[in-house]
T-cell receptor, first 114, second 110 residues
């Protein structure tokens, strides 16, 4: 059972275009929604994150849009560059009895064509 | 300051063999966890620890053991490797919201 569903699996965007990756969740106990960027041979690295009481967060060319009622959130990469080519994971965190668990989406392989 | 160090980077095992994946951190974080990454499935939590001496199971714990005798180290043991355990394994530490991942161990079980 995938608690966080991510789409698309792969995405090709021209340089300068907008890349959009979508995620949906069911569990309303999630309290923190990060996005991770992963380059080949490396571990995931935190890119940007949002709390559910905020509808949008922007950091440079990266924006998270969050729709609490629809239980959906998305990553927008503006002016996409070849260096953005990587795998992106959305995630959702819930706290359980003093611990925390991060649940990941399936991942999106993004390719930016020059 | 190395962050999270995982060893080895690559490993090939025969079915039934055992091995330990090492994870060490120098950030003095209490919370550590192990994930496996498989194509099309994202990262799935295997085991986690909220501090030395305390461990618990994640989503996919079967076939794996962990222990946490110090804050710095959190080894993952495969007791009897199976081809289904072929995967890339990531260790992570957590402080507040931030997760710091190691660079991973690519394991192949033949």
């Amino acid at each position: 059972q995938q608690q966080v569903k991510q789409s698309p699996q792969s995405l090709i965007v021209q340089k300068g275009g907008i890349s959009i990756i979508n995620c949906a969740y069911e569990n309303t106990a999630f309290d923190y929604f990060p996005w991770y960027q992963q380059f080949p041979g490396k571990g995931p690295a935190l890119l940007i994150a949002i709390r559910p009481d905020v509808s949008e967060k922007k950091e440079g060319r990266f924006t998270i849009s969050f729709n609490k009622s629809a239980k959906q959130f998305s990553l927008h990469i503006m002016d996409s560059q070849p260096g953005d080519s990587a795998t992106y994971f959305c995630a959702a965190r819930r706290r359980i009895q003093g611990a925390q668990k991060l649940v990941f989406g399936q991942g999106t392989r993004l390719t930016i064509n020059p | 300051n190395a962050g999270v160090t995982q060893t080895p980077k690559f490993q090939v095992l025969k079915t039934g063999q055992s091995m330990t994946l090492q994870c060490a951190q120098d950030m003095n974080h209490e919370y550590m966890s192990w994930y496996r990454q498989d194509p099309g499935m994202g990262l799935r939590l295997i085991h986690y620890s909220v501090g030395a001496g305390i461990t618990d199971q994640g989503e996919v714990p079967n076939g794996y053991n962990v222990s946490r005798s110090t804050t710095e180290d959190f080894p993952l043991r495969l007791l009897s490797a199976a081809p289904s355990q072929t995967s890339v394994y990531f260790c992570a530490t957590t402080q507040g919201h931030g997760y710091t991942f190691g660079s991973g161990t690519r394991l192949t079980v033949v």
